[in-house]
């Protein structure tokens, strides 16, 4: 196996996300707060990568997601939105009034 080698960054988080950072940490969350961060960093760049794969599959069968089709299935699984999410669309099947 391939050494990792690190590389020293200076991010900026709200004061809030700092503060739950750091109580993650004392809880035992993560070994520092660079482990914690780094191991959120790793988690989005495996979405990324998991996203990517997923819209190439779609491409192959000439099909395009769009961020619409992705914030529906984010609500539809329960998970939060993400950065650049498109606001929700009236469900066609729903009740008018």
């Known amino acids: 196996m391939r050494e990792q080698r690190n590389e020293r960054v200076c991010v900026t988080l709200s004061a809030e996300q700092a503060a739950a950072v750091r109580r993650a940490v004392a809880a035992g969350a993560a ?6 961060v780094s191991e959120a960093v790793g988690g989005r760049l495996a979405r990324d990568r998991a996203l990517a794969t997923l819209n190439d599959l779609y491409a192959r069968r000439g099909v395009t997601l769009r961020p619409e089709h992705h914030a529906w299935a984010r609500r539809a699984l329960g998970i939060g939105t993400e950065p650049g999410d498109a606001q929700p669309v009236a469900d066609k099947g729903a009740a008018r009034t």
């Open 31 to 36: 070994e520092s707060v660079s482990a914690y």
